[in-house]
């Protein structure tokens, strides 16, 4: 039988793009690849001001209904060999993830990244052994089911559609203003934090925590 005494761990749901990698480069020079390929006008420095959603959404801007799942799906394969190097650390990416695991806890990506591509990223900025698990291909009200069923106290991301996760999973929002959004419009649309980076969230993070266990 549990010991109803035991305190499940500390578990942190982190955002990949924007949040914890500019993956930036490597998603323009897809996307670059993708209009070569399909003799498609993209305008890729208007798609990586807008990252967040998935692929799905951003193809409908620039193909019919009917090509988007295709173009998608090709998208993804080539962004496995041609935009994961270079996926860098944002500031205070690596101290975050480590803060988690000094408090005992589990970070968790959870992402609208194809899985197998975020899992990739992670290797290629060093951050992969600081996460406990990966969850791909969700984004809002999709990632909040996943916090729930992870059992998620905070979840962190630099989008809107991060901060309805957060609300679905009645987790503490925290917003990062190094995506679209300004720490002002974050806070605007409900974050419960919001910090400029992630140089201060370790911080926070203690901060929390002894107040969650006190």
Same mark, same amino acid.
């Given at each position: 039988?549990?010991?109803?005494?035991?305190?499940?761990?500390?578990?942190?749901?982190?955002?990949?793009?924007?949040?914890?990698?500019?993956?930036?480069?490597?998603?323009?020079?897809?996307?670059?690849?993708?209009?070569?390929?399909?003799?498609?006008?993209?305008?890729?420095?208007?798609?990586?001001?807008?990252?967040?959603?998935?692929?799905?959404?951003?193809?409908?801007?620039?193909?019919?209904?009917?090509?988007?799942?295709?173009?998608?799906?090709?998208?993804?394969?080539?962004?496995?060999?041609?935009? /994961?190097?270079?996926? =860098?650390? &944002?500031?205070?990416? %690596?101290?975050?993830?480590? !803060?988690?695991?000094?408090?005992? *806890?589990? #970070?968790?990506?959870?992402?609208?990244?194809?899985?197998?591509?975020?899992?990739?990223?992670?290797?290629?900025?060093?951050?992969?052994?600081?996460?406990?698990?990966?969850?791909?291909?969700?984004?809002?009200?999709?990632?909040?089911?996943?916090?729930?069923?992870?059992?998620?106290? /905070?979840?962190?991301? =630099?989008? &809107?559609?991060?901060? %309805?996760?957060?609300?679905? !999973?009645?987790?503490?929002?925290? *917003?990062? #203003?190094?995506?679209?959004?300004?720490?002002?419009?974050?806070?605007?649309?409900?974050?419960?934090?919001?910090?400029?980076?992630?140089?201060?969230?370790?911080?926070?993070?203690?901060?929390?925590?002894?107040?969650?266990?006190?």
């Amino acid at each position: 039988m549990a010991d109803p005494n035991t305190q499940a761990p500390l578990t942190v749901g982190f955002d990949l793009d924007m949040t914890l990698i500019d993956s930036r480069p490597g998603i323009k020079y897809t996307y670059d690849l993708v209009a070569e390929e399909f003799g498609v006008p993209i305008d890729s420095e208007l798609v990586i001001s807008r990252l967040g959603p998935p692929v799905e959404r951003e193809m409908a801007h620039w193909f019919p209904p009917e090509r988007v799942q295709e173009v998608s799906d090709r998208y993804r394969q080539l962004y496995a060999v041609h935009g /994961v190097d270079g996926c =860098d650390p &944002l500031p205070g990416a %690596v101290e975050s993830l480590a !803060a988690v695991r000094e408090l005992g *806890g589990r #970070a968790l990506v959870v992402t609208g990244k194809h899985t197998p591509n975020a899992v990739l990223c992670l290797k290629s900025a060093g951050m992969a052994d600081a996460v406990s698990e990966v969850f791909g291909d969700v984004f809002a009200e999709g990632k909040g089911e996943i916090l729930i069923t992870e059992g998620a106290a /905070v979840y962190v991301g =630099d989008h &809107l559609g991060d901060l %309805v996760a957060a609300r679905t !999973a009645g987790a503490v929002g925290v *917003g990062v #203003a190094t995506g679209p959004y300004t720490a002002a419009e974050l806070t605007a649309e409900g974050a419960d934090v919001s910090l400029p980076d992630l140089t201060g969230f370790p911080a926070w993070l203690a901060g929390y925590a002894g107040r969650a266990s006190g």
